[in-house]
T-cell receptor
């Protein structure tokens, strides 16, 4: 079975540009979460979507937005890119909304975004 | 605000050694604690712990949760070079605010 897939794997943008990252969850998973990981830090929560609705949001500016499609895939958009947005962006999928029990988040390989 | 502290932040040992990684947390409406291993990009799931005192084991890796002390440890015995990675601890709360990760422990196993 395919795991969580993310595209593209690498991306180089310049300040002020906009970027869209894509994620396909594990088949049967209805929840997708996005995380930002900068060098030397653990992943930081950005958004969680469940059944196509935003269910949780981390402490990120409004330049960050996301959506989930009827097939449960998801896109993360970042507008007006800043140098500080350079990071590994990870997508995780899970069966349900809340962690616990068998509801484990499984991660994709991420998109490495470099902002110049 | 949820808080996770992992220690040590980095650790260098020789193959065959046993290591213990620590995680302490403060999280609202705690439900479970997860451990992940991150080698290059994707964190891969190791353990989910929900009950105190019950040790989870997978080969040479084991983990235990202490809900009274708000902490967890991850043990790796007879380490191998393939165990070199960043080990991340992430407690999960009751809301839909994702996982809160610590900075991780960067483990290096020297041959």
């Amino acid at each position: 079975d395919a795991g969580v897939t993310q595209s593209p794997t690498h991306l180089i943008k310049t300040r002020g540009q906009q970027v869209t990252l894509r994620c396909s969850p594990i088949s049967g998973h209805k929840s997708v979460s996005w995380y930002q990981q900068v060098l030397g830090q653990g992943p930081q929560f950005i958004f969680q979507y469940y059944e196509k609705e935003e269910r949780g949001r981390g402490n990120f500016p409004d330049r960050f937005s996301a959506r989930q499609f009827p097939n449960y895939s998801s896109e993360l958009n970042v507008n007006a890119l800043l140098l500080g947005d350079s990071a590994l962006y990870l997508c995780a999928s899970s069966l349900a909304l809340r962690a616990g029990g068998k509801n484990i988040q499984y991660f994709g390989a991420g998109t490495r975004l470099s902002v110049l | 605000e949820d808080k996770v502290v992992q220690s040590p932040l980095s650790l260098v040992v020789h193959e065959g050694d046993t290591v213990t990684l620590n995680c302490s947390y403060e999280v609202t409406n705690f439900r479970s604690l997860l451990w992940y291993k991150q080698e290059k990009k994707a964190p891969t799931f190791l353990f989910m712990l929900t009950s105190s005192g019950i040790e989870k084991k997978s080969g040479r890796l084991s983990s235990i949760l202490d809900k009274k002390e708000l902490s967890s440890i991850l043990n790796i015995t007879a380490t191998q070079t393939g165990d070199s990675a960043i080990y991340l601890c992430a407690p999960a709360g009751g809301g839909a605010d994702g996982l809160t990760f610590g900075k991780g422990t960067h483990l290096i196993i020297q041959p």
